[in-house]
C-alpha cells in the first residue's frame, strides 16, 4: 500500500478502520503513483467532462457496474475486463471519491468490494472538499496502459441483502435501517424532495425499519463525522449494537451503500448489507408489507 498509516486528521477521527479514508492532501500528493487510481462517481454525470482530479477517470454506475439486461451487477468476466480497460492491477490502490458527500463513491466502493478488491478507500470529502480548497481539476482523459486482473467469483451473500433476506428481518425483528429522507419514509414521497416521483407504486417503509437519513453522516465539508458522533447517531437514537445483524436501504441502494460504509469500515460494524432493491423493488412488490 502507498500509505503505511493514515493522516492524523483520519486518525483523530476514532475510526476502527481509518486506512479506507484518505484526505485530499494525500491524494494530491499521489496523483502520480502508478500503485495509486483515483476513480471519479457522480450522480451528475457530466460533472467529470467539466473538470475532474488530474488523472482521474470516471466510472458510470448505471453503464459500468450494471448488467446490461438484468437488473443485477456485472459479472466477474466483465468486472476483469473493467479492470483492464481502467489500468486497474489486482494490487492497485483504487481511490473513489464524487459529488453528493460521496454518495456513488461508496456505491462503486460496495460494487468493487463485491468482487473483493482489496485495497479500496474514499477520498474524505469527495468533488465538494476538493473543489472548496481550490485544488487542480483538468479536463484531459487519461489512458493507462491495460492490465491483466484476475477477478474472483462475485459474493453478494457477506454485503448485498436481497428482499427474501428483508422478510426474514422483519420476521426476527432485526435491524433495519431506512436512509431515505423523512418525507419518503413516511410516505409523502416516492423520491427525495425536488426529483421526478417515479419508481414505486406505494410509498412508506419496510415495517420495522428505522430512519436514520444518509447524510447525517456527514459534516457540511463532505467529510465523514467522527466516530463518536456516528454513535450518537446510529447507536445512541437509532439503537444499532456493533455486532448487530443490520440491512440498510433507500430507494436503489445509492445512499445505503453510504450508510453500509460508514458503519462497516468507520464504527467497524462486521454484519452490515445493503438491499440495493431498495424502495423500487420494495414499493412495486404485490403484497409487500408497508408502514407509513
Given at each position: 500500500?502507498?500509505?503505511?498509516?493514515?493522516s492524523?486528521?483520519i486518525?483523530?477521527?476514532g475510526?476502527?478502520h481509518?486506512e479506507?479514508l484518505v484526505?485530499?492532501?494525500w491524494?494530491?500528493?499521489h496523483?502520480?503513483?502508478?500503485?495509486?487510481?483515483?476513480l471519479e462517481?457522480?450522480?451528475?454525470i457530466?460533472?467529470y467532462?467539466?473538470?475532474?482530479?488530474p488523472?482521474?477517470?470516471?466510472?458510470?454506475?448505471?453503464?459500468?457496474?450494471?448488467?446490461?439486461?438484468?437488473?443485477?451487477y456485472?459479472?466477474?468476466?466483465?468486472?476483469?475486463?473493467?479492470?483492464a480497460?481502467?489500468?486497474?492491477?489486482?494490487?492497485?490502490?483504487?481511490v473513489?471519491?464524487?459529488d453528493?458527500?460521496?454518495?456513488?463513491?461508496c456505491?462503486?466502493?460496495?460494487?468493487?468490494?463485491l468482487f473483493?478488491?482489496p485495497?479500496?478507500?474514499?477520498?474524505?470529502?469527495?468533488?465538494?472538499k476538493?473543489?472548496?480548497?481550490?485544488?487542480?481539476l483538468?479536463?484531459?482523459?487519461?489512458?493507462?496502459?491495460?492490465?491483466?486482473y484476475?477477478?474472483?467469483?462475485r459474493?453478494?451473500?457477506?454485503?448485498?441483502?436481497?428482499?427474501?433476506?428483508?422478510l426474514?428481518?422483519?420476521?426476527?425483528?432485526?435491524?433495519l435501517?431506512?436512509?431515505?429522507?423523512?418525507?419518503?419514509?413516511?410516505?409523502e414521497?416516492?423520491?427525495?424532495?425536488?426529483?421526478?416521483?417515479e419508481?414505486?407504486?406505494r410509498?412508506g417503509?419496510?415495517p420495522?425499519?428505522?430512519?436514520?437519513p444518509?447524510?447525517?453522516?456527514?459534516?457540511?465539508?463532505?467529510?465523514?463525522?467522527?466516530a463518536?458522533?456516528?454513535?450518537?447517531?446510529?447507536?445512541g437514537?437509532?439503537?444499532l449494537?456493533?455486532?448487530?445483524?443490520?440491512?440498510?436501504y433507500c430507494?436503489?441502494?445509492?445512499?445505503?451503500?453510504?450508510?453500509w460504509f460508514?458503519?462497516?469500515?468507520?464504527?467497524?460494524?462486521?454484519?452490515?448489507?445493503n438491499?440495493?432493491?431498495s424502495?423500487?423493488?420494495?414499493?412495486?412488490?404485490?403484497?409487500?408489507?408497508?408502514?407509513?
Amino acid at each position: 500500500m502507498p500509505q503505511a498509516t493514515p493522516s492524523s486528521k483520519i486518525l483523530e477521527k476514532g475510526y476502527t478502520h481509518p486506512e479506507v479514508l484518505v484526505t485530499t492532501d494525500w491524494v494530491e500528493e499521489h496523483l502520480k503513483d502508478p500503485k495509486v487510481r483515483i476513480l471519479e462517481s457522480n450522480e451528475d454525470i457530466l460533472l467529470y467532462d467539466l473538470g475532474h482530479v488530474p488523472g482521474a477517470l470516471k466510472i458510470d454506475w448505471h453503464t459500468d457496474l450494471q448488467d446490461p439486461i438484468m437488473r443485477d451487477y456485472l459479472d466477474s468476466a466483465a468486472f476483469a475486463g473493467l479492470m483492464a480497460k481502467l489500468g486497474i492491477g489486482n494490487e492497485t490502490t483504487v481511490v473513489f471519491y464524487g459529488d453528493k458527500n460521496n454518495w456513488w463513491a461508496c456505491y462503486a466502493l460496495w460494487v468493487f468490494k463485491l468482487f473483493k478488491h482489496p485495497d479500496c478507500r474514499v477520498m474524505d470529502g469527495g468533488r465538494k472538499k476538493w473543489e472548496a480548497e481550490r485544488r487542480p481539476l483538468v479536463k484531459d482523459v487519461p489512458s493507462y496502459p491495460k492490465t491483466q486482473y484476475k477477478a474472483s467469483d462475485r459474493d453478494d451473500a457477506p454485503i448485498r441483502a436481497f428482499r427474501e433476506d428483508v422478510l426474514r428481518h422483519i420476521k426476527d425483528r432485526k435491524p433495519l435501517i431506512d436512509v431515505r429522507s423523512p418525507q419518503e419514509y413516511r410516505g409523502e414521497l416516492l423520491h427525495m424532495p425536488d426529483y421526478p416521483q417515479e419508481g414505486a407504486l406505494r410509498g412508506g417503509h419496510v415495517p420495522g425499519a428505522r430512519n436514520v437519513p444518509w447524510a447525517r453522516a456527514a459534516n457540511d465539508d463532505g467529510t465523514f463525522k467522527a466516530a463518536g458522533d456516528l454513535r450518537t447517531i446510529y447507536e445512541g437514537e437509532a439503537g444499532l449494537r456493533s455486532n448487530a445483524d443490520v440491512i440498510a436501504y433507500c430507494r436503489i441502494g445509492e445512499r445505503s451503500s453510504h450508510t453500509w460504509f460508514a458503519l462497516t469500515y468507520l464504527l467497524g460494524y462486521e454484519h452490515v448489507r445493503n438491499y440495493d432493491g431498495s424502495w423500487t423493488e420494495w414499493g412495486n412488490v404485490v403484497r409487500a408489507p408497508i408502514e407509513k
